[in-house]
């Protein structure tokens, strides 16, 4: 059962695990264990689709593992596990938790394979990696994170809007290969061109990354645009 545990639910156990645990350093250690666990799984588990389930006739594809995504999913392992190295010293449970937390839907939505389940992940980066701005405690960080979350929900709102339309033109949620050929396909690129920083969609980026915490920007910068 483990080989197919969606990797994004052991870092969210992982963030439970640190709401509860005494002492910064055993949540600091819970931290870094997390990412290894995750990295062991991805190096072992097999290509294929995991953890379906069926909604309102849709068949969400919690996991799907190709080369490309067991790539970037390695590869955020080891950020998430440099990151916590970095912030070992921190005390604050809110950044420990909602770096675990951020490092998991980041993950989630690389192996997602429909356009709902991504949506949801999308949306979980959004709101865990608000609170790394927040962490900072000034007002200036507060109306920034706001900023912040403003631009990273409106850019996973067009994402299902763009699912939506594109549901309705082909029938299908799967999130495959697409081509600019429909108002669907294009809101969804300008869904990831928010995420990502394109020209003239980027302002967010630099208003909010040295607004967190120093700890809090590293780990931003590792996940968001990526």
């Known amino acids: 059962m483990f080989d197919i545990f969606p990797t994004a639910f052991i870092f969210f156990a992982g963030a439970l695990l640190v709401a509860i645990a005494p002492g910064h350093r055993l949540r600091s250690a819970i931290a870094l264990l997390i990412p290894v666990i995750a990295a062991w799984q991805m190096y072992h588990i097999p290509e294929g689709v995991f953890a379906r389930a069926e909604i309102f006739g849709q068949t969400l594809e919690m996991m799907r593992v190709d080369k490309l995504s067991r790539v970037f ?3 955020f392992c080891i950020a998430a596990f440099l990151g916590n190295l970095y ?3 921190v005390r604050d449970r809110v950044q420990q938790l909602a770096a675990l937390f951020y490092s998991g839907s980041a993950l989630g939505a690389v192996f997602a394979g429909d356009l709902i389940t991504l949506f949801f992940y999308w949306e979980g980066t959004a709101i865990a990696s608000v609170f790394l701005i927040w962490a900072r405690g000034t007002i200036g960080a507060y109306n ?3 900023r912040y979350l403003i631009i990273q929900i409106m850019s996973g709102v067009i994402l299902l809007s763009g699912a939506a339309l594109l549901w309705r033109e082909t029938g299908s949620i799967a999130f495959d290969k697409m081509t600019l050929g429909s108002l669907g396909t294009w809101l969804i690129f300008i869904s990831f061109g928010m ?3 394109f020209p003239l969609m980027h302002n967010w980026l630099q208003d909010s990354y040295p607004a967190a915490t120093v700890t809090g920007t590293v780990i931003l ?4 645009t990526k």
């Open 195 to 197: 995420k990502c920083a």
């Open 87 to 89: 912030a070992w010293h």
């Open 221 to 224: 910068s590792a996940f968001t």
């Open 144 to 146: 920034t994170g706001l």
């Open 73 to 75: 999913a390695l590869i």
